[in-house]
């Protein structure tokens, strides 16, 4: 009698994955202003922090494309639980043995971006290649553990920072590295298939000169970049923008960008049946692009705050959602198809966090004017959502 391959270890496995991606995306950003204080970094080079994690997190997709398949998945995505862990550590120490402090943090932010870059390339494929029905739902089910990763951290931290002091912080440096230390050893244990066999996948230059993809690849570009701005910089805004305590940077800002991100793609998980994802996207889109303004141009705090907050709303299907476009589309895609995705989703959350603190820095520290041009981010993927439509509607009338 053959053994039946127990798939739920493996979706619990990619839970904790993206848990981990969040501790690697979120930890830092909370740390800031810490940083500034502590080593006395500017804040044009703290900005420099999520640009070298996202531009790290590319280069380590577009290397996924070649060598994920030769390796394996299961090596790839064991490594990518060690590489998280081993930088989260050496984030609390290399600070203090580099004669750069800075440094050494870039040095530590690299090695948790490798890991958490093979999360990315790796874990919705492995989910997509397993046999489980809706697969849309069950990828933004998926997702939607990034943002319950994120608040996550953030809750600990704030209740961690409030009991022990914010100077305590290479304390929970050490606890949360050991999330995906634990994770590693149910990657090596799980199920894990092909998502296409050799020789059946599409290729790196069939997929780029396929105009569909290219359409998708700026979505997602604008996805990442819509995402990842709030979530770099929403603490900091909340807390010198607005001008409220750490405390309530956190929980108001961060908190609730990712608590209600959670919440859309857990709904969308669970009724995506019944819904049409290009107009759910769009929908989200508009009212992203309305978040961002409210957030950047709003004179009353409390407004700010909706904006910070309910932009996670809008923006928590675009990242699943255009996985599940694209998957849709290019149904023999295989491991490039992800890694490109990835890739393009990195892309725009380096350059966006980026270029919101330069920005910032140029006119006097304001963040709100820095968040004010990253709008052009969700307004162009409202466009890209557009010009995807009307295109499916045309050839819906030619046949």
Same mark, same amino acid.
């Given at each position: ?23 690697? @995306?979120?930890?830092?950003? *909370?740390?800031?202003?810490? #940083?500034?204080?502590?080593? +006395? %970094?500017?804040?044009? !080079? &703290? ?102 990763? @994120?608040?996550?951290?953030? *809750?600990?931290?704030?209740? #961690?920072?409030?009991?022990? +002091? %914010?100077?305590?912080? !290479? &304390? ?117 692009? +309305? ?109």
């Amino acid at each position: 009698m053959v053994k039946q391959k127990n798939y739920k270890k493996t979706l619990i496995a990619c839970y904790l994955g993206f848990v981990t991606q969040a501790i690697s @995306s979120n930890f830092t950003p *909370l740390l800031f202003l810490t #940083f500034s204080r502590t080593y +006395g %970094i500017t804040l044009d !080079k &703290i900005a420099i922090i999520p640009f070298v994690f996202y531009f790290t997190q590319l280069l380590t997709d577009l290397a996924a494309t070649k060598f994920a398949d030769k390796i394996g998945y299961r090596t790839c995505v064991v490594s990518s639980q060690v590489l998280s862990s081993v930088g989260l550590i050496l984030m609390a120490v290399l600070p203090e043995i580099f004669p750069s402090p800075f440094i050494g943090i870039l040095f530590s932010v690299v090695l948790y971006a490798i890991g958490s870059g093979l999360v990315e390339v790796l874990v919705s494929p492995i989910v997509e290649a397993c046999p489980f029905e809706n697969k849309e739902g069950v990828m933004s089910t998926l997702h939607s553990f990034f943002c319950w990763g @994120s608040m996550g951290v953030i *809750l600990v931290s704030t209740f #961690f920072f409030t009991v022990f +002091g %914010i100077e305590n912080w !290479k &304390i929970l440096t050490f606890i949360l590295a050991m999330v995906p230390l634990y994770n590693a050893f149910n990657f090596i244990s799980c199920p894990i298939e092909k998502l296409v066999e050799d020789g059946e996948g599409m290729g790196i230059k069939k997929l780029l000169k396929t105009p569909v993809f290219l359409l998708v690849i700026v979505l997602m570009v604008c996805a990442g970049a819509s995402e990842a701005t709030m979530t770099q910089w929403a603490s900091a805004f909340t807390e010198s923008a607005i001008g409220v305590s750490k405390t309530v940077g956190d929980l108001a800002g961060a908190c609730l960008f990712a608590m209600f991100m959670g919440i859309a793609r857990m709904t969308y998980g669970k009724f995506s049946e019944k819904m049409d994802l290009t107009k759910t996207m769009l929908g989200c889109g508009v009212v992203c692009v +309305g978040c961002y303004l409210l957030a950047s141009l709003s004179t009353l705090p409390i407004l700010g705050l909706a904006g910070c907050a309910l932009c996670g709303l809008a923006v928590g299907i675009m990242w699943p959602g255009t996985i599940s476009i694209s998957s849709q589309k290019c149904p023999r895609g295989g491991t490039a198809m992800f890694a490109f995705l990835a890739l393009a989703g990195d892309f725009g959350a380096a350059v966006s966090p980026t270029m919101v603190g330069s920005i910032s820095e140029a006119v006097g520290g304001n963040l709100k004017t820095g968040l004010l041009v990253a709008t052009a981010f969700p307004a162009i993927l409202v466009c890209g959502l557009l010009i995807l439509k009307l295109s499916v509607n045309k050839t819906k009338k030619e046949h």
